[in-house]
């Protein structure tokens, strides 16, 4: 039998899938116009177009359905599906701008948020940081590398974790790719509202080892 752990990675992968293929479609233009009495389809969510008027000024734009759109993370690299629920409670309940899109991850909009409420020499320095890790993760392990890896790991600021387990994955060998199953074998249960480190970094490690399946 398959834990709920698995299923969870495989509705992931699913979902990502389905939404690159969608976005092929959309990008091929092979796609005909969504209409509101189409079948239903469980990546699409019907827009009120009520609501979306009141909070935009755009004419004639408004979508009739939403569907899932896949996005790479401005931040980390993180292959992410926007879900077209998500998408639904953020045009029509927080009332985002009807052209705004997801461009970062959970672990990333945390960390932006924490840095963007600590302005000052911090924010620079933590993009410095993470532009170095992900340059460690171009280049052969030695000691010092290392040691940088396993020091971000233990920051506190999660997005350098992410790149950190990112990089991981990057130089590959036994020893590091076990911590990514490690990592991924330690996502804890819980519902949808659930947010802390260890699923974070669970599906952190999840993205490493697909991104490393994808390019061998
Ligand atoms: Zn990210």
Redesign the pocket.
Known sequence: MKSNKQRRAEIKAHRLNRALAQAARLRAQDVRPLRADDEYSPGRELADRLVLQLHNNTYGMLPAFYVARPFT?R??G?EEVWTAKQQKWWYEVVHGAIDSRAV??L??RRARRQCLRNTGPGANLLREQTDRLRALGATKPNAQAEAEIEAALQSKWW?LR?VAIQTLGRWGGAENLARLHAFMAARPEGGRRYFGWERVAADAARSALMYRERST
Do not use: H, K
């Open positions: 993370c931040d980390c993180a970062r991850c672990a990333c997005s992410v």
